[in-house]
């Protein structure tokens, strides 16, 4: 994986396969759900599954997005090993990915933000 180090203080990003599509993928610690954009939904054999809840997304700089929908088990390979992750679909610029507290967590992510490093 490339990890993106143009400013030392940034989040930490960089390029992952998603069920054979490579990706721009951010890793958030502050979103407690993984987000795609549907420009790579359209790409992937996930399956589009009703939730029983709505995820409300709220940004500093935009209004609140709700979504009652989700990709489930989509497939995401990190540093060669295989995980599932259920993606909401949200857009966004300049990412395809987001993954956050949920998927980190539930596969024991360790992220150095200092040397800019994620370990599974």
Same mark, same amino acid.
């Given at each position: 994986?490339?990890?993106?180090?143009?400013?030392?203080?940034?989040?930490?990003?960089?390029?992952?396969?998603?069920?054979?599509?490579?990706?721009?993928?951010?890793?958030?610690?502050?979103?407690? &759900?993984?987000?795609?954009?549907?420009?790579?939904?359209?790409?992937?054999?996930?399956?589009?599954?009703?939730?029983?809840?709505?995820?409300?997304?709220?940004?500093?700089?935009?209004?609140?997005?709700?979504?009652?929908?989700?990709?489930?088990?989509?497939?995401?390979?990190?540093?060669?090993?295989?995980? &599932?992750?259920?993606?909401?679909?949200?857009?966004?610029?300049?990412?395809?990915?987001?993954?956050?507290?949920?998927?980190?967590?539930? &596969?024991?992510?360790?992220?150095?933000?200092?040397?800019?490093?994620?370990?599974?």
């Amino acid at each position: 994986m490339t990890v993106e180090e143009e400013n030392p203080n940034a989040m930490i990003s960089g390029t992952l396969l998603l069920e054979d599509v490579y990706i721009h993928t951010l890793f958030d610690l502050g979103a407690t &759900h993984s987000f795609e954009t549907p420009k790579v939904a359209s790409k992937l054999s996930c399956v589009l599954v009703e939730m029983d809840y709505k995820v409300c997304v709220s940004a500093p700089v935009e209004l609140a997005v709700t979504s009652d929908v989700m990709l489930n088990d989509c497939s995401i390979i990190i540093n060669k090993r295989e995980f &599932h992750a259920n993606l909401v679909p949200l857009e966004f610029k300049d990412i395809d990915v987001i993954l956050g507290m949920d998927l980190l967590v539930r &596969h024991q992510v360790s992220i150095d933000f200092h040397k800019k490093e994620v370990s599974i």
